[in-house]
């Protein structure tokens, strides 16, 4: 089993910026890529990126493209989704997932492992 758990959600300014954590816990070596989703009010979950735990490439919607880096600490068993230039609309909680697949993983089903999620609002 592998736990996940996010930080550092909070309540920002639009063009604003926050940096997500996501430890994780467990069997940790069943990972192979690391998303990140986002689910609105009233809205469905969405796929926002990931990133290859192995050799650290990423991927992004065309929504946060340019505005959100994935990264990730193999050390210290965490990935980190940098948001820059924060929008309204970027509002929502913010899960990350880990998958057992190595490769483009958008899918949300190919996902078995989640986080609680984190809440990110931006407003004035």
């Known amino acids: 089993q592998v736990h996940l758990l996010e930080s550092g959600g909070g309540l920002v300014q639009p063009g604003g910026s926050l940096r997500l954590s996501c430890a994780a816990s467990?069997?940790?070596?069943?990972?192979?890529?690391m998303g990140w989703f986002r689910q609105a009010p009233g809205k469905q979950l969405e796929f926002v990126a990931y990133?290859?735990?192995?050799?650290?490439?990423?991927y992004y919607s065309d929504s946060v493209q340019g505005r959100f880096t994935a990264s990730r600490d193999k050390a210290k068993n965490t990935a980190y989704l940098e948001m820059a230039n924060l929008k309204p609309e970027d509002t929502a909680v913010y899960y990350c997932?880990?998958?057992?697949?190595?490769?483009?993983?958008?899918?949300?089903?190919?996902?078995?492992?989640w986080g609680r999620g984190t809440q990110v609002a931006v407003s004035l």
């Open positions: 997932a880990g998958s057992e697949v190595n490769g483009a993983v958008i899918q949300i089903r190919s996902y078995g492992y």
């Open positions: 990133i290859n735990w192995i050799v650290g490439s990423t």
């Open positions: 467990g069997r940790t070596q069943s990972v192979k890529t």
